[in-house]
């Protein structure tokens, strides 16, 4: 059981690749808020498949049918649904996966947790196909921070062993975040994004797969979001974030790097600036003690490579007991980072969400 | 609000650095289960602080009170509550706080969040002693699961630059794991020992501070424990985990590493070894689909440098809206990770138990 | 926030009258488990308008789609999703309900509450036609817990001043239990339903509305479900049972009469009967210090008169600010009491299997 | 696991009857509340035994020790965390209950929870001095609300056969509440007072003990507190209610009374009186679709008879597994209505502050 998370804001998934339908309930939205949803649809457009030669050949419509939760185009207080129904799926595709578990999938986890009821279709609830409707809850919650002021946007920050050059954790603006958002391949830099393509495509003839790193700002956020210790925006952000397929490391700020500084360099002095109290650095990647600072917010996730892979992989046989071998799979994204972008994005703007309406200060109606 | 984590476990934890007490209560532990409270005094021996060089001046007893949860030595199904006093807190050292946050602590934050209302003394709630309540919980956690077969053990993986070797993420052992905990610095080198704490004493010379990396590990695990999404290992350690004061990344298995190779690299193929099923390398740190696959579990927390310093600092004066030096400050510690170690060791052991609760699959009366 | 409730099981309802559609999803279902959904409707049904004199005009074939959750038949690990259609909603019987608030109804406070966002058509999100989908996971819980022995059965105890018979709370059976649930209308006693029937059906010819009590009984439960406190088997299936519209008030076991009488007539003696400890009485209704006694759960619930009558009401115009009335309204129950029996009876359902999940002593596989 | 309850305010209580301790931990009080600790000792006062001749002759100081979350006088937005110690503890009182259950206590369903771990001194956790820790938080929210012009009072509605009077539930003001909690005994009439020492004076002559009714208000509350479905304020009261040993009944307005009536007489009509929508009367007990109308709430609780009785009663024996008598037992309440009437308020205050807190509305500062 935790398909869901949030406290104020409780974003509950449900689904499996390969089920009727997949979908949200998104309970505790504030009521009012207009939602455009050509603007949802568009953001989510950028998670779908099918869009550049990164990713998958399967063909989603991904068109979300709103169930509940709006009236008259504003949400209404009560929970809103959307579903998406599963209507490409080509089940005949995944049937030996019942016996021989994909190396680096769930298959064997969720074979031996449920006892083999498990949907293994696809990869059923484990599937990265359920970030749909995660993007269509971050799409949602990102347009009621964005008529406050607060906006979200990541970048794939490398891809393999290609670097995509960074913004300035300081003084990174709302504008450069969405000028990444409109890209065909989400970079900062032009030249990395082909850099990154070329990487992936020789990782593709060599039927293998790549992983990156998904970096993302948010910028225009009060201080004093986030609760202590437990509560902290840190661990809230990192239980929506690791609840996203492949994502195997989380830092703000300076991170793992700033573990190797001394502390004189880490630390982050205080300015007054125009009358406002602001950090000269940002390696606390704008939370202090759990809590924002009113710096911009800086957080790198780690993607692994796609597990699945066009050449034979190791595996057992659950029914016999023994070795065996996986032959080569065909539809799969060679490297899922570009499409992952705007799913951190939808974690990070909906726990921003939850804890700007947990922290008792959030302006209703704005 | 959210001093507190789990779900079938509940960890609360309360206290300030200069309050009367400090303390925590876990509530959903099994029943019946013996505590060991010399065993419980003996790990949080290995936080206490004035151990080391490495280590700040103040000087502790912690000797933890037990309220309630303990009836005739074994748990009673009752939450169990222990206190720690706060005997040994000069509230004078940090009377300029309340106008002159310090850098990269939550003096800021927190005055902001509270209005000015927050606890000042020694970084009040935010305080890394608090830690101290959460290792006792991690302490007997950690004897529930160990009488189950489960080990937690970890070690200064990076202190600065200086790396400890470590252990096999495939073959590590219960031994291996205790036989750090046993040493009076966590690392598995002996010689890695001495290099970090000649690393920490040129810092503390220079009035400077250092960070580091804690690796952890766990082994005994059963295949299963886990949730779906949210409710993945990762997240819910993560949310522990984050919990900790100076915590700023966190990765699991080949984490960080593992984005930069392919999935022919990375992929753990499965085996039968002994008629169990394996895998022949461990990049996936025990976790596959956010459920445990009776691999070790690894993973790694980036601790930042110590932000108190020996050293002038800048920052703001509150009242008056301007710029403002902090001076040097005493008694602190100039690298925390070794006492670190067992708290990470805490947080880990704590989810896995409540995990294992959760999962319905816990042996009781084992 | 909080259309959903449960710990180990959370169900989540969403919905309003008139949206596109009303559904359920539930999280936390034990893996493995057929689940029969021709028996999931016969249940729905009982629930469903239009089946007798007593209730509303307004057809709903209301047959749930099954959008996630099942994989050949059974649970999957994954969460149950469930969606109903709302085909038969006419939007304009209810257009003047948002300016003037029907009395003894939420339109008045959710007007408040959301700032006029909310979905006013029948009622929006308050309607009681969400209780749909909560009888769908109930008649999910029903089966699992039947299939274990635990059968949990209710009937209309009084409607207005008219009393049914009552089970004998000691030695009530699963079969008297199931007995109710095949009968037209909801009573022990068939000569008490026809003078209910009359009793509404004169009521009706008044345009008035009548109320009742639901008296419900659970059998075949283990001594031990139910956790110390706030987490007490009254809590928390009050938790649910309140989330029910209409119901305002819960009894167990002797309840308020019970109030009256003196610790010598109340107590309930332990006795050992064929190796078993049980009570002489069950003033109790099963539930000593919130735990199950082994012995049948007893509750009684109070329905409050349908709101929505055939007579012109008093009422305010929220847009004027000034008194108004409201004219007499068609279509609806004038007693909801004989369709609420299965959503008593859903609530408790649900809660049981909870607790038994939360005890860790769920019997999986059963 | 379920000591705690409430949602943006978690209270967690701990202690068993005989533990070193018993205490409570509040998280999530809004920051920088005075908190007088004269007016809370003066609130837990009220439930202290000793104090009547209907109540226990156990003595308690019942001293609450401060540890945490107030500084300087004032909530600092930390944990607050009192401590009640336990002094006048007899073990040796008890010591027959580990193998002969009382009738209407915990023991023996707790005894099979708990595999026979669980502390039955003085009924361990399930010990009605739980209340105290409670009270204390109460108190501690009935000044934050107070401070905002709610006021929470109940009253001995009925014990045993003796009825008091109430107050009006559409005009029942702060005064009128606050009048009954300086009395002796918590009754609105002093001749109902005085009936109820005597009904309980002849039970306790008997050996025998009674129950009662406690009916509460609060006054003074905004239109809009409250969640749908499961988190309406009767459910989110009722699990808070539940949790206090011995109430076995709750009802909102008119309650099972109400359900005898029909619509036209239930219905509370609304009306504009100086330009605020109130309604003519109070039926539905301040609350509309679960959410607050600003009319009064209006709950009444049923408290059964004490369980522990001057008279010999038949029980078991656990270890011979055969029936066996329990001997008359001394020190205990005849009746613990008048003590519980605080505790009710206690409950009822903490979760409005919630309720509120979650609301988004609540007025910081004021």
């Known amino acids: 059981m935790s398909s869901q998370f949030g406290h104020q804001l409780k974003i509950s998934i449900f689904g499996q690749s390969h089920s009727a339908g997949i979908g949200v309930v998104i309970d505790g939205l504030p009521a009012g808020e207009p939602i455009d949803l050509d603007e ?12 550049s030669p990164a990713s998958t050949a399967r063909k989603e419509a991904d068109i979300p049918q709103i169930l509940s939760g709006l009236y008259e185009g504003r949400t209404c207080g009560a929970p809103l649904a959307a579903v998406i129904a599963n209507t490409d799926a080509r089940s005949g595709d995944y049937a030996a996966i019942a016996d021989k578990p ?17 949907d293994v279709r696809g ?29 979200v946007g990541a970048h794939a920050a490398t891809i393999g062993t290609t670097f995509d050059e960074s913004f300035d954790p300081v003084t990174v603006t709302a504008d450069e975040l969405r000028s990444v958002s409109k890209k ?14 070329a990487e992936i495509a020789e990782a593709k003839a060599r039927g293998d797969s790549m992983g990156g790193v998904i970096e993302c700002f948010a910028v225009g956020l009060p201080v004093g979001l986030g609760e202590p210790m437990f509560g902290g925006v840190e661990g809230r952000i990192a239980e929506a974030v690791f609840g996203i397929p492949a994502v195997k490391g989380l830092e703000f700020g300076s991170g793992f790097y700033g573990s190797t500084l001394c502390g004189s360099e880490n630390n982050d002095p205080f300015r007054v600036v125009d009358g406002r109290i602001v950090t000269e650095t940002n390696n606390h990647g704008g939370i202090l003690g759990g809590i924002t ?19 034979e992989q190791q595996t057992v046989s659950l029914s016999l007991g023994e070795n065996a071998t996986l032959p080569p799979k065909g539809r799969h994204d060679p490297c899922i980072v570009p499409r992952a972008v705007p799913v951190i994005e939808a974690a990070v703007a909906a726990v921003l969400l939850d804890l700007w309406l947990e922290s008792g200060d959030f302006p209703k109606g704005a």
């Open 293 to 311: 600072s009113g710096m911009p917010l800086v957080l790198r996730a780690a993607i692994k490579p796609t597990p699945t892979l066009m050449q």
């Open 102 to 118: 994909r190396p680096a999938h769930a298959d064997f986890t969720a074979h031996v947790k449920y006892g083999g009821a498990n």
């Open 40 to 51: 949802v649809a568009a953001f989510m457009a950028r998670r779908a498949p099918g869009n």
């Open 123 to 151: 990869g059923g609830h484990f599937s990265g196909r359920l970030t749909a409707p995660l993007c269509f809850a971050g799409a949602v919650c990102a347009q009621i921070l964005a008529r406050r002021g607060i906006t």
């Open 184 to 197: 065909p391949f989400p970079t900062i830099s032009d030249a990395s994004a082909e850099a990154m393509l």
